[in-house]
T-cell receptor
Framework: EAQVTQNPRYLITVTGKKLTVTCSQNMNHEYMSWYRQDPGLGLRQIYYSMNVEVTDKGDVPEGYKVSRKEKRNFPLILESPSPNQTSLYFC???????????FGQGTRLTVV | DAKTTQPTSMDCAEGRAANLPCNHSTISGNEYVYWYRQIHSQGPQYIIHGLKNNETNEMASLIITEDRKSSTLILPHATLRDTAVYYCIVRGGTYKYIFGTGTRLKVLA
């Protein structure tokens, strides 16, 4: 089944403890992206990647890192999480910038 | 990318057609209209997209006005499972999706 898989689905962590949220797609898509969703603010793009080893900042990249070493994986790294990064995170992938994107099921992160 | 305007919420009776409007008066010639929906806090689900011609797939129909300044998503026979937030997005070959606040559709039994 074609899908975008995020792990973990739920995570509670403490301030400053490094964490990684994984994202994997099995559709051989070139484009991948991370979003965060907060009440009243909609989905905002964090980072995106056009292909392996090519990444760029979205609208809210501060406090996040990404890497794209393989086409199928696009992990989101929080080196030193803070409470304002408590949010619902979505990974997405697409064939190209001119086609629709497919979203994962989300990761609900709480930083205390 | 052009900005879109949608009603905050709408109700629709089960079995009836749900017509969700979207205004995108600043759309430019190479920008497509995309529709997604989000059920509860699940990942957004792609529904349909179009450039200037009307489009139909197994989920919905998309009607785009001739001047392309507005569009309507039509769910022909709404069911309770269509209750969701529907997002209209205009994008023109970029890697960015700008999600607004969408329309919260409630399908009533």
């Amino acid at each position: 089944e074609a899908q975008v898989t995020q792990n973990p689905r739920y995570l509670i962590t403490v301030t400053g403890k490094k964490l990684t949220v994984t994202c994997s797609q099995n559709m051989n898509h070139e484009y991948m992206s991370w979003y965060r969703q907060d009440p009243g603010l909609g989905l905002r793009q964090i980072y995106y990647s056009m292909n392996v080893e090519v990444t760029d900042k979205g609208d809210v990249p501060e406090g996040y890192k990404v890497s794209r070493k393989e086409k199928r994986n696009f992990p989101l790294i929080l080196e030193s999480p803070s409470p304002n990064q408590t949010s619902l995170y979505f990974c997405a992938s697409g064939i190209s910038k001119n086609t629709e994107a497919f979203f994962g099921q989300g990761t609900r992160l709480t930083v205390v | 990318d052009a900005k879109t305007t949608q009603p905050t919420s709408m109700d629709c009776a089960e079995g009836r057609a749900a017509n969700l409007p979207c205004n995108h008066s600043t759309i430019s010639g190479n920008e497509y209209v995309y529709w997604y929906r989000q059920i509860h806090s699940q990942g957004p689900q792609y529904i349909i997209h179009g450039l200037k011609n009307n489009e139909t797939n197994e989920m919905a129909s998309l009607i785009i006005t001739e001047d392309r300044k507005s569009s309507t998503l039509i769910l022909p026979h709404a069911t309770l499972r269509d209750t969701a937030v529907y997002y209209c997005i205009v994008r023109g070959g970029t890697y960015k999706y700008i999600f607004g606040t969408g329309t919260r559709l409630k399908v009533l039994a």
